[in-house]
């Protein structure tokens, strides 16, 4: 059985219609990626998955529909958002935003060791731990959602561009660490807009073009695809 198993969800912003039958499978431990250009429907479906955004179709975390579950329900199911502009809380430390990441777990134990292990992911958040987010730099910042986000264990990780904005050094360093995670076993999926870095780490990809599932296939698959090499990679 898929972890998460979508299918034909559509989902709009009053009447327009931004995702339109998509149908979409994640195993455990996966890493998918979702590529497709501005206003593609990537956003829209990591919302539909977390639950932000009603959506109409098959939702499935696991064989049990997640459609009457409310966005902060679907946390404590293991599905971990980290959302389009990272949201932190900027004015707080890294640490503080870490723990509350993991808002919803009770075990102190339990969190200081997957506190402890996100640092060894991002060691440089080892570093700044009691210094204020807003501090950072864009890149670690982008570290600190990403940990924030594993503070509360997920099974599903949703990555919504976590490389927009971020300059080169880090942006590896970020995939790199996006792909660790998942080969710890935690599934991702994850959109983006670097066709390259997310061939090059995930396992699967979707394209969506206009709120629909254009392409799909193994990143082998696709890096060969023609298409997909003039329209994603312009080669
Ligand atoms: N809050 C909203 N109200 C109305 N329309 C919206 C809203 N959010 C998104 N849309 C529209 O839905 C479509 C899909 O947007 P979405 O944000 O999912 O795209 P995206 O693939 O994430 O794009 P980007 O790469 O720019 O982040 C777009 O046409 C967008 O204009
Ligand atoms: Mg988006």
Redesign the pocket.
Known sequence: MPLLDIQDLSAS??K?L??ESVSLQVEPGELVGVL??????????L?AVSRSLAASGTLKLEGRSLLGYAAHEVVGLGICHCP?GRRLFSELSVRKNLELGAYLRSSRQEIAADMDKVLTLFPILRERLDQMVSTLSGGQQQFVAIARALMGRPRLLLL??PSVGIAHKLKIEIFDAIRTIAASGVAVLM?E?DALNTLRVAQRIYV?EN?RIAHQGSSSEMAGDDHIRRIYLGV
């Open positions: 912003y009053g327009a931004a995702l497709g250009p501005n206003g593609a429907g990537k956003t829209t479906l919302k389009e919504d561009e959109a807009q969506l709120g």
